[in-house]
């Protein structure tokens, strides 16, 4: 994505409420993947969820639906982008229903998404 410093923080705070230059995102260091981690791994599932849904949305905005951009879809990616929306979407709607909620992020960075 295109975000400066500045940009990143104004994402944050106009969409989420959320003052992401806070000292607790920047664990491990300041940059910008490392504050959204920390995000991840700090805040409660339906505000993570809805902040992955908002850059989701932001990143179409931009480039346009992620099948517009492919030229030939695996079917992989396109299964994981329903599953997360459909997963983000729950994620938030259960939020706002229910106050105790987990972190997002409980497993490790390092891992990676497997279908």
Do not use: C, H
């Not at 106009?14 to 993947?33: A, H, N």
């Not at 700090?42 to 030229?71: F, M, V």
Request: overall charge positive; glycine content about 6%; charged content about 30%.
């Amino acid at each position: 994505m295109d975000f400066s410093d500045r940009t990143f923080a104004d994402f944050f705070s106009e969409e989420l409420r959320v003052d992401i230059d806070d000292p607790k995102y920047f664990q491990g260091g300041g940059s910008k993947g490392r504050r959204l981690r920390a995000f991840l791994q700090i805040e409660q599932e339906p505000l993570a969820a809805r902040g992955l849904r908002k850059l989701w949305e932001y990143r179409d905005a931009i480039n346009g639906p992620a099948s517009s951009t492919d030229e030939k879809p695996d079917i992989r990616t396109t299964g994981s982008l329903t599953w997360f929306m459909r997963w983000t979407a729950k994620a938030v709607s259960v939020g706002r229903s229910q106050k105790a909620r987990r972190p997002l992020l409980s497993i490790p960075l390092n891992r990676r998404w497997r279908n």
